[in-house]
């Protein structure tokens, strides 16, 4: 009867012992992500967007957990993605890069999908995100042969030339009015205004990239309609 006693209470000492040691080996859970720099700011007043595209910053993030306390670097764990791919773009890496066609600011999201623990616990659809801020300057202030703008207030279309011939393109309604010469120049509209660029080329029109919503007149008009954001729009001249 004794040893059956002892018995009992070996199990019982070996079973708190197990159940401590399972309270104690929770799985290391991700709880926060930290981006670094939490804000970017590329150009200045007087760059046209377009001119910045390629201007780079390398993102890290770093993710917080528990069981035990602990931060690491996370940054190729991470879902990256940009909420303005017209402005910044970010790859696999975390490499941002500016891409010239908007300016403004945007938020950089670096994500981690949490379905299941180590453990094997279900946790479907748990997110787990931080953000940084990127911003681009929108350029204030038109180069030679540019226009002051058709308002005294309101969004800025701004044009820059791209290859190797001339020519000029203006605005309807009047406010941009630009030789290739000027290398880039930029106009207001009034917020909400549909406008039509149309290039003249002294020699062959290379087409529009940007922020044109469509071409019209043989591919000689960008048009944009509703402006109400920053837009920037390249010409090329051939």
Known sequence: ????????????????????????GRDQQLVSIQVQPNTETF???????????GLQ???????????????????????????????????????????????????????????????????????????????VVCFSSSGSGGGSGGGASGPTITLTFGGTGTGTVTSNPVGLSCAS?????????????NVKLTASPDGTFGGWSGGCDSTSGSGLDCVINNLTAPRAVTATFN
């Open 57 to 135: 910053v390398q993102l890290r993030a770093l993710g917080s957990y528990i069981h035990p306390p602990v931060t690491k670097d996370i940054t190729t764990q991470v879902t990256w993605s940009s909420n303005d791919p017209q402005m910044m773009t970010v790859d696999s890496s975390g490499m941002l890069t500016v891409v010239g066609q908007s300016c403004g600011s945007t938020l950089i999201a670096a994500t981690v999908t949490t379905n299941t623990s180590s453990g094997g616990i279900s946790s479907h659809g748990a997110l787990v995100t931080g953000y940084m801020t990127g911003n």
């Open 181 to 193: 010469a000027a290398a880039s120049c930029a106009a207001t509209f009034p917020s909400g205004t």
């Open 43 to 53: 150009g200045d007043a007087k760059t046209p967007p377009p001119l910045d595209a």
């Open 1 to 24: 009867m004794k040893g059956q006693w002892l018995s009992m209470a070996a199990l019982t000492v070996v079973g708190g012992v197990l159940v401590s040691l399972a309270s104690c």
